[in-house]
């Protein structure tokens, strides 16, 4: 969690450092009172400015997904997890809910994405890697 992010990614930096840290309190990577790194120790770490980690773990923060105390550090909410998984999945199923209309408006059928979700739940890699080279054969149709 946290190691990199993709700068070529459609997805904003600062979304993706605030999707990682959702992601991770809600799978049980992080939990409740985790300290987590100072703003500074992870921007030097994913080689991106202060003000776009501070950003992030604001916007955590207004969530209430984390608690920030002066001169102690940064710190998972008690409560965040349940808030987490909700919020989670109900970002997860409406991004599935628009892919899968389109498919279907595309004229794909269910048989097409059984095989399409086969291959990407099998593919490693994170939500903003560049396409595994399975994946990436998969949508050039070979």
Do not use: H
């Not at 202060?50 to 969530?63: C, G, I, M």
């Not at 002066?70 to 199923?93: H, L, S, Y």
């Amino acid at each position: 969690m946290l190691e990199r992010v993709n700068i070529r990614s459609a997805v904003p930096v600062y979304t993706q450092i605030e999707n990682e840290v959702s992601f991770a309190i809600a799978s049980g990577k992080l939990k409740p009172g985790d300290r987590l790194p100072t703003v500074r120790e992870l921007a030097e770490r994913l080689k991106t400015n202060p003000n776009t980690v501070a950003k992030s773990f604001r916007d955590l923060e207004l969530r209430g997904y984390l608690n920030t105390y002066r001169g102690r550090g940064i710190f998972v909410d008690k409560n965040a997890t349940e808030r987490c998984k909700r919020d989670c999945r109900r970002q997860i199923i409406g991004r599935l809910y628009c892919v899968l209309t389109e498919a279907k408006a595309a004229g794909y059928v269910k048989k097409d994405l059984d095989e399409m979700m086969k291959v990407c739940l099998g593919a490693e890699g994170g939500p903003y890697d560049e396409l595994p080279a399975d994946v990436s054969k998969l949508a050039d149709g070979r």
